[in-house]
């Protein structure tokens, strides 16, 4: 069983950074996909970035410009720095993954949580005015 730690939440002021990560406990696989999703009180969960393993990179709309996912080194850690932060940001953010071994079954482009088979317990993000 794939098992996900996320680290770095907190509470910012507006126009703040925070950074996040996520370790995987697998460390073998070479085909995966790692991504960042959110969910807000009485919101969907939103796909907020996403890292595949054959080199792409994918971002909703509301961070592009001011998050950026990334991995270094250890494949089994991804991290998202999120700058200029805003309210509409508070959430509580998840980190997921995949393991399909072909990029079109890992669609780790679509940012959809139906595509992500595993998932950590989430880290609180707070943005205050």
């Known amino acids: 069983q794939v098992q996900l730690d996320e680290n770095g939440g907190g509470s910012v002021q507006s126009g703040g950074s925070l950074r996040l990560s996520c370790a995987a406990s697998?460390?073998?696989?070479?085909?995966?996909?790692m991504g960042w999703f959110r969910q807000a009180p009485g919101k969907q969960r939103e796909g907020v970035a996403s890292?595949?393993?054959?080199?792409?990179?994918y971002y909703a709309d509301s961070v592009k410009g001011r998050f950026t996912i990334s991995q270094v080194n250890a494949k089994n850690t991804v991290y998202l720095q999120m700058n200029n932060l805003k309210p509409d940001d508070t959430a509580m953010y998840y980190c997921?993954?995949?393991?399909?071994?072909?990029?079109?079954?890992?669609?780790?482009?679509?940012?959809?949580?139906?595509?992500?088979?595993?998932w950590g317990t989430g880290t609180q993000v707070t943005v205050s005015s």
């Open positions: 697998v460390y073998t696989e070479s085909r995966y996909c």
């Open positions: 997921a993954a995949t393991y399909r071994r072909d990029s079109s079954q890992r669609r780790c482009w679509s940012l959809l949580a139906a595509d992500f088979p595993y």
């Open positions: 890292l595949d393993s054959d080199g792409g990179i």
